[in-house]
């Protein structure tokens, strides 16, 4: 099996540890790297740990081209071949006093101690060509079982950092394993400590878990962890939607959206306030659930409207109903027609554009995006009014109104 591992490491990452060793050295592949070349899968990085403190790794690495990413956290990137490899030394975290940071981190010589303070027993195995695998917590065994199962008293590494309890239900929807019995109470006991986590990084888990191929897997321990509340603040969950929400391509917003349908739109825009997502998250959450809640078109003129209005979220609003069910094959098709032989009028494709409704006419830049849609609901009802002369016209004619209004 070991020769196996060492078929799959490339040789720009041995090559690496072989100038550590050479150097009179250790270095070793860590972390989700080994882990999923274990699994069989393409890593999309590659972890490195050391014995050498980050400054002998800059003297050993002199001839290479190495950035020093984190050196205050003991990690230089070394570029090997082209592909950046980050060595990271040894580490021990100090004491972590606000459930996230450890308040300092020390450097030792000892792998045993760096892999005893990595979050899952998955995670924590080390490989060297020299040495083999080193797995001091039964890693293998757990993934060969599909279990996430915390590195030593589940309640203390949770209690040290609570950004675990979110990193197992992510890992969970990610890899497809079920979460160790002990782990699971261990994070469920020490739940509050979520409230301290920044939204920034809880909205960054949450993205993960909801795409990957498990995430039904992920929200029910997450349910089950009674961590909801965490995430989702007042949301009520379904669940009973969790095992469609893989039906819908990877996107973070299509999914939460699927979770969200029936909300009130203020409650959605709260929940993404409170996570801090972007505006274009938000908006485009909002927009796949207003489109998916309007009535289907049963027509091309139906067709061309419910495009135009939602452009972007139209297919997803689609997917949607399609995920709870609903036969939208007919109202796809109308809408695919409409979109492809360009009789929908799309916003980028209007005959003017803001900027022009600015120069030209005054139009005030808070009402651009209102006197653009309008333009747009004018030629959804006859594509051939989409031309600069008709629309600017129009719109001429819609301030034109306003103005009278106001002074009369
Ligand atoms: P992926 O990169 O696919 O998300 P990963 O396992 O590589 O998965 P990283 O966040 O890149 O995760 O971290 C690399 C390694 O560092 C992990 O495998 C784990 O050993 C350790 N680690 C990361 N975050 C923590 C944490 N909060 N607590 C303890 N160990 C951690
Ligand atoms: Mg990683």
Redesign the pocket.
């Known amino acids: 099996m070991e020769t196996d591992i060492a078929a799959r490491v490339p040789q720009f990452v041995k090559t690496v540890i072989d100038v550590l060793e050479r150097a009179g050295h250790r270095g070793y592949l ?4 080994l ?2 070349l274990l699994l069989g899968k393409a ?3 590659f ?1 490195l740990t050391t014995d050498a403190t980050p400054g002998e790794v800059l003297e050993i690495f002199r001839d290479f081209r190495v950035i020093p990413t984190g050196l205050r956290h003991g990690t230089v990137t070394v570029l090997s071949d082209g592909n950046p490899i980050e060595i990271t030394t040894h580490r021990v975290d100090g004491d972590y006093l606000d459930s996230r940071r450890p308040e300092s981190v020390s450097f030792t010589r000892r792998l045993s101690d760096d892999l005893s ?4 027993t998955v ?2 195995m080390a490989w060297s060509e020299s040495e083999g695998l080193i797995d001091l917590f039964s890693g293998r065994e757990d993934l060969k079982k599909g279990i996430i199962r915390a590195v030593g008293n589940p309640a203390a ?1 949770f209690t040290e ?1 609570a ?2 309890i979110l ?1 197992a239900f ?2 969970s929807a ?1 890899l497809d394993f079920a979460i160790e019995e002990k782990t699971l109470a261990g994070a469920k006991a020490t739940r509050e400590g979520l409230a301290r986590i920044s939204a920034e990084r809880v909205f960054a888990e949450l993205c ?1 878990l909801l795409t990957a191929a498990a995430a039904q897997k992920g929200l029910n321990a997450l349910v089950a962890a009674d961590c909801v509340r965490y995430v989702f603040f007042d949301t009520v969950l379904r669940e009973n939607r969790f095992h469609t929400l893989t039906t819908l391509p990877a996107e973070p917003e299509l999914r939460l959206a699927l979770l969200l349908l029936g909300d009130e739109p203020s409650a959605v825009r709260q929940l993404c306030r409170r996570l801090k997502a972007s505006n274009a998250f938000t908006e485009k959450v909002c927009d796949l659930l207003l489109a998916a809640a309007e009535p289907l078109p049963t027509n091309l003129y139906e067709a061309r409207r419910h495009v135009c209005r939602y452009w972007q979220a139209f297919a997803g609003g689609m997917l949607l109903r399609q995920a709870l069910g609903e036969d939208v094959t007919k109202a796809a098709e109308l809408c695919q027609a409409v979109a492809k032989n360009g009789t929908a009028i799309e916003l980028r494709r209007l005959a003017v554009n803001g900027k022009e409704l600015q120069e030209r006419l005054g139009v005030l830049p808070v009402r651009t995006g209102e006197m653009l849609a309008r333009l747009q609901d004018f030629c959804w009802q006859d594509p051939a009014r989409n031309k600069k002369n008709k629309l600017i016209e129009l719109a001429t004619e819609i301030i034109g109104r306003e103005k009278d209004f106001i002074n009369g």
């Open positions: 860590v972390g989700g790297s882990r999923d890593p999309h990085d972890d303070r990595r979050d899952f995670n924590a590494r950092d950004l675990r990193r992510r890992f990610q993960r």
